[in-house]
């Protein structure tokens, strides 16, 4: 594929990473896509934790093959792709890419399986407006190969003080293996929008002291109980509970991100 081709696709990116696990990364990247696709854009939600992917747990999916079939290969990467039927779509609402869950098995993919992985993605990007990568927790090469693109690297904290160093780790090396990535943060699980204000405010202090860069704030996603029972039912937030303030976060983080559909 020519360099500018592949730039091009790669915009269509939009990872979702953290440093820290549990902050509710899988969850924005599944409720993202639902959103995207209701505002009529054609999305793949791509599982890139590949050692222990859920976005099928979530979503309450049985993927019949998933990227642990591509790897070994067994399908190519648009045959693995499933259409996902929300509650509040007559068709399938957005494409999605199971990773294994429960095996453990693509934790430690070797560096040329995982540029594989990425090239094959970004050729899939040609069928889609978006590609939201809902990433592992921590900083390990899988994590950091696939965040390496020139989309949006959104990466999501909580107000738990360890998230917030674990967040910096990751846009640090990020960071230094591509100066030029578009970095935005997300913080989850506020206590109140102030909270998550001083959140972001910290995390952006230490980004801008130690590597002179000032990375914006895509949104703050209030705490809400309803998230929690949206997963139990695995049922999308927006279909459930559309009135709820973590709804409404997701609506102002999207519309802050400001993406345009690609011609
Ligand atoms: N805004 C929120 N309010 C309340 N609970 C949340 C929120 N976001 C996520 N959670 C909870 O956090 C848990 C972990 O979410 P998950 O998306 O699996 O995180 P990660 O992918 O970062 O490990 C979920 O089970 C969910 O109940
Ligand atoms: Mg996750």
Redesign the pocket.
């Known amino acids: 594929m020519a360099p500018e081709q592949m730039d091009r696709l790669e915009k269509r990116f939009i990872t979702v990473a953290s440093g820290k ?2 902050v509710g ?3 924005l ?1 599944a409720s993202l896509a639902h959103l995207m696709a209701r505002k009529g854009a054609r999305v793949l939600l791509f599982d890139g ?1 590949l050692g ?1 992917a ?2 099928d747990i979530q979503l309450g999916l049985t993927p019949a093959r998933d990227i642990g079939d591509v790897l070994a290969g067994d399908c190519t990467l648009a045959e693995a792709v499933l259409a996902y039927e929300a509650e509040d779509f007559g068709r399938g609402a957005f494409d999605v890419l199971a990773g294994r869950s429960g095996s453990g098995a693509l934790g430690n993919l070797a560096p040329e399986t995982l540029r594989g992985l990425r090239a094959d993605l970004t050729r899939l990007a040609a069928r889609y407006d978006h590609v939201i990568l ?4 921590g900083i390990d090469p899988s994590v950091l190969t696939l965040s390496q693109h020139r989309g949006v690297v959104l990466t999501v904290m909580s107000p738990d003080p360890t998230s917030l160093t674990d967040a910096y780790a990751f846009i640090k090396l990020v960071h230094q293996r591509m100066p030029a990535a578009d970095i935005r943060i997300a913080v989850n699980m506020a206590p109140t929008k102030r909270d998550g204000e001083r959140s972001y405010e910290a995390l952006r202090k230490v980004c801008q002291t130690f590597l002179k860069i000032d990375p914006p704030l895509a949104g703050i996603i209030r705490h809400d109980k309803r998230v929690t029972d949206a997963i139990r039912h695995q049922a999308p937030l927006l279909a459930r509970h559309p009135q709820s303030e973590a709804a409404a976060g997701i609506s102002d983080l999207l519309r802050s991100l400001k993406l345009t559909v690609p011609a």
Do not use: M, S
């Open positions: 696990g549990g990364k899988t969850w990247a934790d222990l859920n976005i809902d990433l592992a927790a």
